[in-house]
């Protein structure tokens, strides 16, 4: 060793022995970049550390700040927990509470910078670590929160709230197999964490496990029966399994359990709206902003889903003013430029309408992080024709489960026309409409991306795709014999349909392709299936691969797909109406031309449309902002 930097240790060693901490510090620092691979320089440092880190303060006066703190008076808190800081400054603990402390008072450099203090104080203190974690993914600084909670991690692997916390990161950023992954990791740590039950669910049902996310949630549930957040989430499981009473019954009792639980309230409104009970929709959504103003989706539920509401101009400057939020998270941020949109859409302020729509789109792409050339669609489409491009395929043949259910799917482009046609036929009193299912997607795409071989489609697979599709169908309690499935991307699962349903009616919808793909554009889609919705260009690719892959099926299977013009259908009701129940093979019923009347509910964008009469037009509005669509008009003229 230099005799230079021995001088320098010997020196910090008397600045501690004469009480001069910061200093011997700020030396050994010093020294320690000049020498940074020196093992003594190393080691004394790591001596100095440790001996600070033992220097606490009395625990009973610790505590006694703490409860101050729980108590309420939290400024008081702070002014002790800072004066005792200052007695004991190099006890990591202090800090870490100050910045908890700050953080309760949304400071939050302040608490940063306590976090940080912390953790220079003793690099390996989990829980600075993940506090410092929680306080950056407050503020939006994702990246920076995901590297303190695996530091965290790699310091105490059974670190329950850092696996939940991760978990819920990923879930936000759609990185959904890694959020499962540490939810997992949460319950395997704390069985009884049911939060992390919960928000295991939550994944689940975002990726259409449904039977998986009832049983997270009941798990959540049966250790706190009072968890609101898990009560509402077991209303949502019911909602989607179309038990509307159900769904309300635990809606009404997470209310019960907070009155100002909002998301519940918003629930509620939407089982409303799809029941065609539009007032009391109404009711509920203002509510609900009522109880919250910063409520971004009971704003988009009013203005762009109730077609007869108009916000007044407090809502308006209300949202406007909300959308200059600093704080706004980015899926807020997309609800209210679509609401904004929608509002000078119907104000006939086009410039407006345009600004915030694609604003709106930008940042929905750009959340789901989509590419029409990276994304898995052109490799899905290309794969499902390698499966079918051969002469012959396995078929469900002689299987006798005990299923007399007899499904009809209804499919084409999303906004194409298929919740007219499933209103239509579910009008008629021997059908049951399930609506957007999207079971065989579930069922599908894994199959499809896991293996695009002919020999994929075995006898086994087939009837893997038959049985569980039919256990969806039978946890919908149904009574009718023919049920309606018109989720309208299963259109790329014809072939894997007619092989586990050769007896199906697949009923396509064709319509005006312009008028189709703007009405798709205008839509804030919920879920992952529309990825392609949010960028012209994208839809135009994406409606090619849709025409091309129609085009193979037909070829694939003559004859047992059932084309239906959405523009016909609405000029010649009747006709067209009879003919399509004739394919079903279902007698006329003069209900199905008062399908407008029908009361059952229906969730999709089309919820209200469907209860009016039939019109006319509707595939000509798109001129009227011809020149703000150029994309769109020159890119699908050719189909």
Known sequence: ?????????????????????????????????????????????????????????????VQSIINLFNEGQVDRAIDQINTLSSMYPSSPLLFNISGAFYKSKSLYEIAIEKFEKAIILKSNYAEAHYNLGVTLGEIGKINEAIVFYKNALNIKKEYPDAHNNLGNIYLALSQYELSIEHFEWAVAYKPDFAEAHNNLGIVNRTIGRLSEAGKNVDKALSINPNFVSAVNFRGLLHHDMNQHEEAIKFFDKALKLDSNFVDALNNIGLVYREKNQVNNAIEAFEKTIELNPNFANAYYNLIHEIK????????????????????????????????????????GKNQNFFKYLNEGNKLRREKLNYSFIEYEDQNLFENIKKIFNFKSTSKVKNIND???????????????????????????????????????????????????????????????????????????????????DKAPLNFRFIGHILSAFPEA?????????IATCW??????????????????????????LYDDLMKFWHKKFPGQIYDISYEKLTINQESESKKLLKYCGLDWDKKCLEFYKNTRAVKTASSLQV?????????????????????????????
């Open 308 to 347: 007869e509401y108009r916000p007044n101009e407090k809502q308006i400057k209300t949202i406007q003013s909300l959308l200059k939020s600093s704080n706004l998270s980015q899926d807020d941020r997309i609800v209210l430029n679509f609401t904004l949109a929608k509002v000078n859409e119907d104000l």
């Open 402 to 484: 005990g299923n007399s259910i007899k499904p009809i799917f209804i499919l084409g482009m999303p906004r194409s026309g298929t919740s007219l046609v499933e209103q239509i036929i579910s009008s008629h009193p021997l059908v049951y409409g399930a609506g957007e299912l999207n079971a065989i997607g579930q069922i599908c795409v894994p199959l499809i991306n896991k293996n695009s071989e002919p020999s994929n489609l075995s006898v086994d697979v087939v009837h893997s795709i038959h049985n569980n599709y039919f256990d969806v169908l039978n946890n919908l309690r149904i009574k009718e014999k023919v049920i309606t």
């Open 519 to 544: 009405s798709i554009y205008k839509m804030n889609w919920s879920g992952l299936g529309n990825s392609f919705s949010y960028n012209m260009d994208d839809l135009v690719n994406y409606y090619g």
């Open 1 to 61: 060793m230099k005799l230079k930097t021995q001088r320098a240790l010997d020196r910090a060693k008397k600045m501690l022995k004469d009480g001069q901490i910061r200093e011997a510090e700020t030396l050994y620092k010093e020294i320690l970049k000049d020498n940074p691979n020196n093992y003594k320089v190393k080691k004394e440092f790591s001596n100095f550390q440790n001996l600070e880190s033992q220097k606490q303060a009395p625990k009973d006066q």
């Open 505 to 513: 009616k697949i009923i396509h919808l064709k319509r005006d392709p």
């Open 611 to 639: 209860r009016q009469k039939m019109y006319q037009g509707s595939s000509e509005a798109w001129k009227e902002y011809e020149s703000y669509i150029k994309p769109l008009v020159d890119g699908l003229k050719s189909f």
